[in-house]
């Protein structure tokens, strides 16, 4: 057997003439499934959203209305298309790359637009958004190790943060502009614990590697010595 289906030989046994390129065009078309097209979607609009937010000094509540828009239809994205890509088996290395970023710069887009315009304390932009560079260096910083999963309270945070700031980026006054201050308060305690929970299982996980391979090096050295 030569190990190559008959489908892209021909059957005749060998290799039909574009066959590789046959293959390389599937590849490439993988990269456009609908999961990857929401994620390029979210890109797209982080761009229209800060127009939008900015338009006639960023405080015009119809402006602010399409802002919203924009930000809820990227934030409803992102729910989707991880689960997209998951189920239906349509993982690729751009979405593993594009996703976070989208998801980054869709809320930094819009926690920096909202401090700049007054309506948000750049020390609450800055928690938000130093607490997500500090998560991605830790990343990188076990993932030789293993990967830390999501928690329950990472996915509780990040929907107290995406209704917090769509309800500042709406021109909301009176009682409900008092309700998304506590709201967001909630969103920065969530933003903050789980923060230094994620610090707390990265720490942990690096421990337990490196005594793994301490203990992997090790019985490699008294194998040898036999």
Request: net charge positive; glycine share 12%.
């Amino acid at each position: 057997m030569t190990g190559v289906p008959a489908s892209a030989t021909g059957g005749s046994g060998r290799p039909a003439p574009g066959g590789k390129l046959g293959a390389a065009a599937v590849n490439q078309a993988s990269l456009w499934n609908i999961a990857n097209l929401l994620t390029m979607l979210r890109l797209v609009l982080v761009p229209g959203f800060v127009a939008l937010m900015l338009a006639d000094g960023g405080y015009d509540p119809v402006w602010r209305a399409w802002a919203w828009a924009a930000f809820a239809v990227a934030m409803i994205t992102d729910v989707f298309d991880g689960h997209l890509a998951r189920t239906y088996n349509l993982v690729t290395d751009f979405g593993k790359i594009a996703d976070p970023i989208a998801d980054k710069a869709i809320m930094g887009a819009a926690l920096i637009c909202l401090s700049s315009l007054g309506d948000l304390p750049w020390w609450v932009t800055g928690v938000i958004l130093g607490r997500e560079l500090g998560i991605t260096l830790l990343r990188f910083w076990v993932i030789r190790y293993g990967v830390i999963p999501a928690s329950r309270g990472g996915k509780i945070k990040t929907l107290a943060q995406g209704t917090a700031v769509g309800m500042y980026v709406l021109a909301l006054t009176g009682p409900l502009a008092t309700f998304r201050f506590w709201v967001m308060a909630v969103a920065v305690a969530l933003t903050v614990l789980t923060g230094l929970d994620y610090v707390k299982q990265a720490v942990v996980l690096r421990r337990q590697g490196m005594a793994a391979e301490r203990a992997a090096r090790g019985e490699r050295e008294a194998a040898a010595e036999q």
